[in-house]
């Protein structure tokens, strides 16, 4: 945002080597920005300090996203605006098919994630927590097919990013972690994670080409003001699950 708004913002994270790159790449508006190392599910700040609140792909990791909610919704100011993207199963998602359940799985296990919810539980979750739900749709849906966020993770782009994700460039890297485990040059274990993560990127993939799958769940909601009435809209059909 320009300087000449007189925004600041406040970054928070867990991972103090997160935050101190956060300032790195913040450095040329250093003046309006500061962080905070603490856990978004208690958060270091008093009630209603906050005009509006984003969060990029951080809520997949909450143990319990209408907890994680309450407590955005105690720290924003009444009428403010939380917005974000999180990571979901979509209507297309079948808790009977056991390929579904793979990929969701070896996405939870490759990404750190304690669940994935389905798209109508973001909605219903906020609601809980008291927000105002103005605007919630799937945003991948409504991309480039020729351009998926999945794209990169295919290997289809030649280049330095590219070739690692082919299998040429896989086995490459695994005989040279290999070779570099026997050396010490890294850590045991280095060639087991990489193919660690190499399913989890796999999962990904298919989870995007199935459209069972989406990281780019855009929502937005809005804390009423003192008195306001919370409009309610119907709740969506529930989809199955496990």
Same mark, same amino acid.
Request: aromatic share 8%; hydrophobic share 35%; charged share 25%.
């Given at each position: ?5 007189? @925004? ?10 997160? =935050?101190?790159?956060?300032? #790195?790449?913040? !450095?040329?508006?250093?003046?309006? /920005? ?18 509006? +609140? ?20 105690? +720290?924003? !100011? ?9 990571? /979901?199963?979509?209507? $297309? ?5 056991? *390929? ?28 809980? $927590?008291?927000?105002? =739900? ?5 945003? $991948? %849906? ?23 994700? #082919? ?7 695994? =005989?040279?972690?290999? @070779?570099?485990?026997?050396?010490? +040059?890294? &850590?045991?274990?280095?060639? @087991? ?6 399913? %989890? $990127? ?17 929502? =937005? @909601?809005? *804390? ?12 969506? &059909? ?5």
């Amino acid at each position: 945002m320009p300087p000449g708004t007189g @925004a600041s913002f406040v970054g928070l994270n867990n991972n103090a080597y997160q =935050l101190e790159r956060a300032k #790195t790449h913040t !450095r040329d508006v250093q003046s309006l /920005c500061s962080f905070i190392l603490g856990d978004y599910m208690q958060i270091p700040e008093g009630d209603e300090s906050y005009d509006a +609140v984003i969060a990029i792909e951080s809520m997949p990791h909450a143990p319990d996203k209408t907890a994680a909610f309450r407590e955005i919704f105690r +720290v924003l !100011r009444p009428g403010g605006f939380f917005g974000g993207y999180d990571w /979901c199963l979509t209507e $297309a998602f079948d808790a009977q098919d056991t *390929k579904h359940l793979r990929v969701k799985t070896d996405i939870m296990r490759g990404n750190g994630l304690p669940d994935i919810a389905l798209t109508a539980e973001v909605g219903t979750s906020l609601e809980m $927590a008291g927000f105002e =739900l103005t605007d919630a749709r799937d945003r $991948a %849906a409504e991309s480039d097919p020729g351009m998926s966020w999945y794209r990169p993770l295919q290997g289809r782009d030649l280049g330095f990013r590219g070739i690692p994700r #082919t299998p040429v460039g896989r086995a490459l890297t695994n =005989l040279a972690l290999r @070779a570099g485990e026997k050396l010490q +040059v890294v &850590p045991e274990g280095t060639r @087991a994670v990489s193919t660690f993560l190499n399913r %989890a $990127a796999d999962s990904l993939v298919e989870g995007g080409e199935t459209g069972i799958f989406t990281p780019l769940f855009y929502f =937005l @909601a809005r *804390k009423p003001r003192d008195g306001e009435a919370v409009p309610r809209e119907a709740a969506p &059909p529930e989809t199955s699950r496990q």
